[in-house]
């Protein structure tokens, strides 16, 4: 099991979730106030009262022209996180503030850097850009998660669990059947897990999304950047059908799917999850479809791991589990966020 | 925050709750057992069997003739603790006895002693005369709160958080903004905070209960005896209007609000409340009002303080509060506590 | 209190419980998946996968002709624990098996072994014959206690209580105020409690069972082999009536109460419970009224021990019970659960 690695960039929200009311978020264990101020940008600082630590989130706790009110004894603060106002007495302590967290809105999410502030680059937020692209249409949600997030880093990073927990909706019997090949890229950070199948059937989520009958090509392409960001480039075309020479596709069809994985206690996950699509993109009937039946197969991962969790919960300490070829990838994972943890 | 002071009295119950049945309620983390003799008076005892732990106020435990028959075997007790009967022997071991706790019924109040009974002076029982007084007229409840006393002492000693957490009851503007004076008698053990509004607005609780229109002149005299006794000396009169040379003040209104903070465990405490007036001492309607208003207010309370004691349980270690000039009678408090548990 | 021995045997369902479906109950802390293969037999082994540690009885996980395949990723498991195949690679790791508890079927019962499954010896398994015995009909049950097992194990030893807690279904006043004789037999680690009534009211439960009318000779000979087996031989007789010179009790009613105490975590307790009699054995009135009866008395237990394990949750360390001639059986089975524990 993996600690939380500070000093990184998480995904809070999505942009769409933040507006003129007040917005409150646990990440990292750290209670979060968000809100989008009167010119248009979010703002993050903590959810805690200097002065009694009361949540600045909490009714009657109110947002008045981009100052937030505490609802206990009226201190109220700005934008930037500075006590203006306190009660019975006019002169502020100098450090009644609270301090703001960066914050980057990119790719249509919002992103936050927990940990010291000195040290956060927006130039290493990572990407995922189709998911605010014209090319791509982006289906998208999140659930919560009553487990650690390394489970779900693990259960992304092998796909094989596909066939079994995902059995009807997008897993067939070539995912598990077909080996993986794992990359790491030490200096970037990020771990790459491929399976391709020649040869396979097409699963429900597919066939019905795309059209395509019979046999299929489909490739799993995983890039995961942690400790937040895991995308799988999925390419389903017909059967031997493979990329031109010059790299174009165009008999394929292509398919994001996005994972955000935030930590929001050591026990909790906030599960994002995209699915952005370059084909059908207006049509409204697969956008339902897709969005349906990933949220499905994302529950039936929540169930699964929220079980994991309780198990590891009541077993003796030192408990070892049993890895094969197909966990090459999330060990990959585990190790280098095991380095984000101790460096 | 502060533990709990043992050898100190505190309020278990209203008069009016203990009566010929068993009654348990747990106080600073003892679970005692309690009922009205036939002679009228109340005994307390601890609520557990010596013999195997059962609760004595568990059924099918119960009472006959003023002895208490343990519904797991039979153990028999007196009203003095001592144990009459046991199963299958005549002989009733010398060590067959529940030690009871001093206990002392004064101004509608059921007031029992924690710690060593040997340090029980019902001399040293706090006063709060008004609540039996025939020139008063008393509403009075209890709700349970979800949070350390050491909250509720914090909220009661600085009422600047009437104006936002309970603006539109007792709340006005004129309270979070007027300074107070703040004394302590180290002796006595007494904290004394007074805040004098000479022109305020006048809140709906004493609007609709006094009848008076227009601003008024609100005094607020808080005197606490901790651990358990708050007492806010409540004078309410038209603007300008001052007590008389000789003291008397007939063209005000006296409202004390009582509050009664015993620990039930670390974390829960009983918030009994009482409202006494000097006015419309008759007036259903009136009482009616306050009782419930008063109760809203208590309320509004239990929820902020419930979220309050959320909030500590997941904060870390050494986290520091922020305090200014409104918090000096807490900080006060706070002191006498801590002495009181480390003397 | 007393920590759960292992290497014992212990009752982990009642045979009927357990057929070709998945059949999961923790045991001792230890969660155990269950089937009865094609051959008829029970096997038993963790109910966790080696990989990831998802619980095989969890949907999708599923059995398929004796072999359980994991929900998860697919790992599939033979009845002997052995993992027969795993995803993406044909080479099954040789540390990829699941170690079978040792299982005995007998008396009705499904003993399985906890501990080290070389110390399991078949020929230990404590004898409750009488649950499936021509001679006797049974009813039989399980419910869930949530206290610790050794809070049954008193109850059990020491029948006083049956005067309070069972009055009005198998508690008369004779049974709290007839001395009891305790004897241990050290070698075989067995608790006999006896209690021999000459003249005592017949309780609802036997007057309603037997259709005996008046007053009964009534013995309760108690027979526990710690940790799991507990035997109440109880006879019923017209007062005054003995056995025979030759052992032979014609004119007696036998009723065998036995219960099985199974701990299922440190605080919680599987409370098996079992009531054989040697009359009206075709009587199906007589069944459905004993099975409703015993069902109502083990109620009572459980929210009494269910109430006592809170208790003892709270209350400070150190506390000290009181114990009398009632409790030799129950001390005397103390000792040798906390030898078992130790040795």
Same mark, same amino acid.
């Given at each position: 099991m ?5 000093n990184h960039?998480?995904v809070?929200?999505?942009s769409?979730?933040?507006g003129?009311?007040?917005f409150?978020?646990t990440?990292?264990?750290?209670p979060?106030l968000f809100w989008?101020?009167r010119?248009?940008? +979010?703002?993050?600082m903590?959810?805690?009262?200097v002065? %009694?630590r009361f949540? @600045?989130?909490?009714p *009657?706790?109110?947002?008045? !022209? ?7 004894h ?5 934008a930037?996180?500075?006590? +203006? ?8 302590? %100098?450090?009644a503030? @609270?301090?703001p967290y *960066?914050?980057?809105?990119q !790719? ?5 850097f927990i940990?010291?502030?000195a040290n956060?680059?927006?130039?290493r937020?990572?990407?995922a850009?189709?998911l605010d ?6 289906v998208?949600?999140m659930e *919560? ?10 259960n992304?990073?092998?796909l094989?669990?596909?066939t079994?927990?995902?059995g009807?909706?997008?897993g067939?019997?070539?995912v598990?059947?077909t080996?993986?090949?794992t ?5 970037a950070?990020i771990?790459?897990v491929s399976?391709?199948m020649?040869d ?5 989520f597919?066939?019905?999304s795309?059209?395509?009958q019979?046999r299929?090509?489909?490739w ?7 400790p ?10 017909p059967?031997?059908c493979v990329?031109?020479?010059?790299g174009?596709d ?10 955000a994985i935030?930590?929001e206690?050591e026990?909790t ?6 699915v952005a699509?370059d084909f059908?993109?207006?049509?409204e ?7 349906e039946s990933?949220r ?13 969790e ?5 077993e003796?300490?030192g ?7 197909i ?17």
């Amino acid at each position: 099991m993996t600690a939380i690695p500070r000093n990184h960039w998480y995904v809070a929200a999505y942009s769409r979730e933040i507006g003129g009311e007040l917005f409150a978020r646990t990440i990292c264990g750290e209670p979060v106030l968000f809100w989008r101020t009167r010119d248009g940008s +979010v703002t993050a600082m903590p959810d805690r009262c200097v002065h %009694r630590r009361f949540p @600045l989130s909490q009714p *009657p706790s109110r947002l008045v !022209d981009d100052q937030v009110i505490c609802g206990y004894h009226g201190f109220t603060y700005g934008a930037d996180g500075k006590c +203006v106002s306190v009660p019975g007495q006019t002169r502020i302590p %100098r450090t009644a503030r @609270l301090t703001p967290y *960066p914050v980057v809105e990119q !790719d249509s999410f919002v992103w936050i850097f927990i940990g010291d502030p000195a040290n956060a680059d927006p130039a290493r937020v990572p990407r995922a850009s189709c998911l605010d692209s014209p090319g791509y249409t982006t289906v998208a949600g999140m659930e *919560p998660l009553r487990a650690r997030y390394s489970l779900l880093v693990d259960n992304l990073l092998d796909l094989s669990h596909e066939t079994y927990l995902h059995g009807g909706y997008i897993g067939t019997p070539e995912v598990a059947s077909t080996p993986i090949t794992t990359e790491v890229d030490e200096d970037a950070g990020i771990v790459y897990v491929s399976r391709h199948m020649d040869d396979a059937e097409c699963p429900p989520f597919y066939a019905k999304s795309t059209g395509l009958q019979g046999r299929i090509t489909r490739w799993q392409d995983i890039e995961y950047t942690p400790p937040c960001l895991y995308k799988l480039h999925s390419r389903i075309a017909p059967a031997g059908c493979v990329p031109r020479p010059d790299g174009s596709d165009p008999d394929a069809f292509h398919v994001e799917v996005v994972y955000a994985i935030t930590p929001e206690t050591e026990h909790t996950t906030h599960d994002f999850w995209a699915v952005a699509r370059d084909f059908a993109l207006d049509d409204e009937e697969v956008s339902a479809f897709l969005a349906e039946s990933n949220r499905t197969v994302v529950l039936q991962d929540v169930e699964a791991l929220d079980v994991l969790e309780r198990v590891i919960a009541t077993e003796p300490p030192g408990y070892q589990e049993l890895s094969i070829n197909i966990d090459t990838g999330g060990l990959a994972a585990r190790r280098l966020l095991q380095r984000m943890v101790t460096s």
